[in-house]
């Protein structure tokens, strides 16, 4: 914390009168830790600024700032900027005496001439590229220049970035909290490490559009040296882009301009270019960053506040800018050539299609090399940005920097096995349990879904003594031998071999194209009937079930939402009957449905067991099964139940990351918000066009069904991937699922928007037009 001045107009009239023989009217400018006076000499009519700095301020670094003005203002070209008037002592820097004894410098500023930069409307090309040339000048110019004040630390140094990130706590929006943790955390990796070898000078680091005066067609000074400093040279492009692009339709056009015209006349290097991106949001977070502190300290300072709106929103543009877009738009404005791939993907596919099994699928006809992510966006090689629609193993976004942070930081420490105590282990595993109603408090940590499936199975068989399993028609529930064999999806599809004997395949409960439709209120009790039908059936064989598994929403069903009552009622044929209930959640769980934060619970039930997978990780290779102490207890037969990798410490640390971001980002509520926008606006458009059969789902699991006649339900499977494949052309991913492969599915990570929505319902009713 600062002493800041508190000198009154009167005041500072009468030291200008008797320190500096000047009569002058006063008038307080706006200002931060410092006050500014605007002074008018009442016999000549001159300007002058008088400024006075707050208590802790360094004699030495105001001379710093004095000389560099000095050299700039006999520089050629000259820099117009403000100038030093000596004190009747001869004294450029003054002192002050205060209230309650503090000592106060001060300088008297000559006042420079012309609008500030921001009060410009229109920032016409050939301004931008004037600012460009005006920092490049500047920056040229002090290329040699050197005083040991300028080496000094300073929040505002972009090298210090780092130091801001624990002020995003003071972010009050949690969308705008994580995208700042974002881009610290992006930052952190890709530019920070080059910053330790690029060139370094005295900088005036604080060009923005305040500081910048300007006649409308250029830029005629700069003003406020109190941010000068000896720090990386790129620094200073990038502090005066994070202004200049503020309000700009088109941001990296016009970043593109200020670049060409400041290497123009201060050539950049390659290196700095290629981060530059990341300093200009890395600026931008620091600003916002500050601004939310300060606004918590002083809410009534108005003046803290006037960066902070732009600023986010040039922000909120940003997440969703590829940076080797952005790498190559700033390597083209300095004539410098693009990047060129490590592998072209014909390479790419070629060696894949010899190293790695045939039947891996790649999504889309025209293939995808995605290398980077951020929340709901992925970034190709070739700096195109897709929106992310299907994607729900990144729950909370693509690249979480919370997620991303507690890996690498736990990786760093420890990564070892659950035979030994750990803090993370139990942690996770109470916090995880205690988002289950009761009885549902045990938990067994996998890697996979699949493997959570798996071990479901050994619990309920090893409970009852039984084998045999009723499964949904259509079901999916993972890759191994004994999920495959749940998995209608997959024992019915291409290279299935049907259901074996223990496995009894019930009805798919769909509401739209299934025997009992969503206009019978009865629907859900007539298709558990079916369940029931199976257990007299096995009953006559003198079989019971071991378990019936039902996903909660059905995924490769075609993103199915369970008529009311099917779970509730098949629940209890199979209790009756001596099995357990397993509730499949590794696609829908974790808040997805808006509602409710475990889909099962749309149905009002409590499953036996519950498996996970998924989302739980963001990303990361975790599962779980959860289940009750009496099954569990059961379990301990004898036989240890171990899992190499299953509950390290790394996947705890990322667990319990990801539950923070989703209580802490508010995900759940997004999932209803957005999801409940989403499937009004998809309605909107099933109304408009007729190939849209149906749309269902809940928060932000939904699918469209597409069909070619509304009564007699004919799929429309080619036009759903003709669909699929034009919005991969306008950045858009989508996919197809279904027994048909005819609806499309929709699961984004829960960060997905309104202005998402938007996206995706314009571009989908331009290609349905189409048609």
Same mark, same amino acid.
């Given at each position: 914390?600062? @002493? ?184 952190? &990796? ?35 040296? #109190? ?16 202004? &200049? ?98 592998? &072209?993907? &014909? ?68 990564? @070892? ?47 009852? #003594? ?14 191994? @031998? ?15 071999? #049907? ?238 699922? #279904? ?33």
């Amino acid at each position: 914390m600062v @002493t800041p001045p508190r000198f009154s107009e009167k005041e500072v009239q009468e030291i200008l009168a008797n320190q500096y023989g000047i009569s002058a009217t006063v008038k307080s400018l706006v200002s931060y830790d410092d006050q500014n006076f605007h002074a008018r000499d009442v016999n000549n009519g001159q300007e002058y600024v008088f400024k006075i700095y707050h208590a802790e301020e360094d004699y030495w670094y105001l001379d710093a700032q004095h000389q560099v003005m000095t050299l700039l203002a006999k520089a050629t070209p000259a820099i117009p900027c403000q100038q030093t008037f000596s004190d009747k002592a001869g004294q450029a820097i003054s002192r002050l005496d205060g209230k309650n004894g503090v000592t106060h410098l001060a300088r008297l500023l000559s006042f420079l001439p012309g609008r500030f930069l921001v009060d410009v409307e229109d920032h016409s090309p050939e301004l931008l590229s004037n600012i460009g040339k005006f920092m490049g000048t500047i920056d040229q110019h002090l290329a040699g220049f050197s005083h040991p004040a300028a080496r000094r630390h300073y929040d505002w140094d972009l090298r210090n970035t780092l130091m801001v990130l624990p002020l995003t706590k003071f972010i009050r929006d949690p969308q705008r909290r994580t995208i700042a943790e974002y881009f610290y955390l992006q930052f952190e &990796t890709e530019a920070l490490p080059e910053l330790q070898t690029l060139r370094m000078s005295v900088i005036h680091n604080d060009g923005n559009d305040y500081n910048l005066l300007s006649d409308g067609k250029k830029i005629s000074g700069i003003i406020d040296f #109190g941010d000068l400093l000896y720090s990386n040279t790129i620094c200073e492009l990038a502090i005066t882009l994070a202004y &200049t692009l503020m309000g700009k339709a088109d941001p990296l056009a016009a970043a593109a301009t200020v670049i060409r015209g400041y290497h123009s006349v201060f050539p950049l290097q390659r290196r700095e270019v290629d981060i530059l991106f990341y300093l200009i949001c890395a600026r931008l977070c620091v600003s916002v960053s500050m601004s939310a502190k300060k606004i918590t300290e002083d809410p009534e300072n108005e003046y803290i506040r006037v960066s902070e709106k732009p600023a986010w929103d040039l922000l909120e543009k940003f997440i969703a800018i590829n940076p080797e877009h952005a790498k190559a738009i700033f390597r083209e404005a300095c004539n410098m050539s693009p990047s060129q791939p490590k592998e &072209t993907s &014909t390479a790419l596919l070629k060696a894949r299609k010899k190293h790695l099994g045939r039947n891996m699928s790649i999504s889309y006809q025209k293939h995808l090399k995605i290398n980077r992510g951020a929340m709901q966006y992925l970034f190709e090689e070739n700096g195109e940005t897709y929106l992310d629609c299907v994607n729900n193993v990144c729950h909370v976004g693509h690249c979480h920097p919370r997620v991303a942070r507690a890996a690498q930081q736990q990786i760093a420490r420890l990564n @070892t096995n659950t035979r030994y105590l750990h803090d993370h282990l139990v942690e996770y595993a109470r916090r995880l349990t205690a988002t289950f109603p009761d009885p549902l408090s045990v938990c067994f940590f996998t890697c996979s879904g699949s493997e959570a499936n798996d071990l479901a199975l050994r619990l309920a068989r090893n409970f009852t #003594g039984q084998k045999d399993i009723v499964v949904v028609d259509g079901a999916y529930h993972g890759t191994t @031998t004994s999920v495959i064999e749940l998995s209608s999806y997959k024992f019915d599809g291409p290279g299935g071999k #049907g259901a074996e004997a223990h496995i009894h395949k019930a009805l798919m409960p769909d509401p739209y194209r299934g025997a009992y439709r969503s206009d019978d209120p009865q629907a859900g009790e007539k298709y558990a009937a079916d369940v029931q039908r199976i257990i007299h059936e096995m009953a006559d064989q003198g079989k019971q079930p071991a378990a019936f598994i039902c996903e909660s929403l059905l995924g490769c069903g075609g993103q199915i939402v369970l008529p009311p009552n099917y779970l509730k009622t098949a629940f209890q044929h199979i209790r009756k009957a001596g099995g357990l209930c397993i509730a499949d959640e590794v696609q829908v769980g974790f808040g997805r449905v808006g509602s409710h934060f475990w889909a099962f619970e749309h149905q009002d039930v409590v499953p036996d067991i519950v498996t996970l997978g998924k989302p739980i990780g963001n990303g990361h290779p975790l599962a779980a099964v959860i289940t009750t102490p009496e099954i569990a207890d059961a379990f301990n037969n004898g036989m240890e139940y171990f899992n190499t990798f299953g509950g390290n410490p790394v996947s705890c640390a990322v667990g319990l990351a990801v539950l923070d971001a989703i209580e802490d980002d508010h995900l759940q509520e997004n999932a209803q918000r957005t999801g409940t926008y989403f499937l009004e606006k998809l309605r909107e458009l099933q109304a408009r066009h007729p190939i849209i059969g149906d749309v269902r789902g809940l928060g932000l699991f939904i699918g469209a069904e597409l069909v070619h006649d509304r009564e007699t339900l004919t799929p429309a499977a080619e036009t759903a991937s003709m669909i699929i494949e034009e919005m991969r052309n306008r950045g858009i991913l989508l996919s197809t699922d #279904g027994p048909l492969h005819n609806v499309i599915k929709i699961k984004p990570p829960l960060v997905f928007s309104r202005d998402n929505v938007d996206q995706v319902i314009e571009n989908l009713d331009e290609i349905l037009n189409e048609l």
